[in-house]
Nanobody
Framework: QVQLVESGGGVVQAGGSMRLSCEVR????????VGWYRQAPGSQRELVAT???????TYAGTLKGRFTVSVEYDKQAIYLQMNSLKAEDTAVYYC????????????WGQGTQVTVSS
């Protein structure tokens, strides 16, 4: 079982920035696809961004340019830098990890609330 622990959510004003962090408790990031999803009230969970070592990063089309996912492999940590935040970015943000070489097993963090006030 891979454990993901998020931190960094809260309330921010529209136009502001916020950084989310995700600690992966096992040393598996180097062989995994990692990233972030989000779920707004009344909506389905949607992709924010995913990335993996040696591969390109995929962003949701509407978020590219404002959001940046990054990984510190030696710290087993995943980050999401969010800039120019809008009210519609309000959601619960989930850290995500998939192990393609282990039957595609997927793991999720507990979620962290991000609220953008207008």
């Amino acid at each position: 079982q891979v454990q993901l622990v998020e931190s960094g959510g809260g309330v921010v004003q529209a136009g502001g920035s916020m950084r989310l962090s995700c600690e992966v408790r096992q040393s598996v990031i180097g062989t995994s696809i990692v990233g972030w999803y989000r779920q707004a009230p009344g909506s389905q969970r949607e992709l924010v961004a995913t990335t993996s070592s040696g591969r390109s990063t995929t962003y949701a089309g509407t978020l590219k340019g404002r959001f940046t996912v990054s990984v510190e492999y030696d710290k087993q940590a995943i980050y999401l830098q969010m800039n120019s935040l809008k009210a519609e970015d309000t959601a619960v943000y989930y850290c995500y990890l998939r192990r393609p070489w282990r039957n595609g097993s997927e793991y999720w963090g507990q979620g962290t609330q991000v609220t953008v006030s207008s």
